[in-house]
């Protein structure tokens, strides 16, 4: 043979040398890889998907809370500040309403901040575990 070395047809190719050698180490117990070089668990993955999914949730609710503020304040200007509107509340024609959405508006803009904060927490807490390595 010209140009080829003398022990080049007792090579085997590169890819059946892999799967020979791959085969003996798992025969042998040596891991393939070591756990630096594995990617991430089962269990960190599922973990950052479910902290990924609570951190949307909590961030689109912090937003939602704002927007339903916003609409609470507004129906309380039109309703309930009006000169009819006192006059419902001191006659009771209203049914309490105002009174609950004042209730109500205070409540979401106490658990605001909080949602916003969870959901930044929750998104760090999900990049950690999906990418540990």
């Given at each position: ?41 089962i269990v ?49 024609a209203d ?17 605001k901040m ?20």
């Amino acid at each position: 043979m010209v140009g080829h070395p003398t022990n080049a047809c007792r090579r085997l190719p590169d890819a059946m040398a892999l799967q020979l050698l791959a085969a003996e180490e798992v025969r042998r117990g040596v891991p393939l890889m070591s756990d630096s070089q594995a990617g991430p668990s089962i269990v960190g993955i599922f973990a950052g998907s479910l902290g990924f999914i609570l951190c949307a949730v909590c961030i689109v609710g912090f937003f939602v809370a704002g927007f339903a503020i916003d609409y609470i304040d507004q129906r309380i200007e039109d309703d309930c500040d009006s000169t009819t509107g006192e006059i419902a509340q001191i006659t009771g024609a209203d049914e309490g309403q105002c009174d609950e959405g004042s209730t109500t508006r205070d409540l979401l803009a106490a658990i605001k901040m909080p949602l916003l904060v969870l959901g930044i927490i929750f998104g760090l807490l999900a990049g950690f575990a999906t990418y540990q390595n």
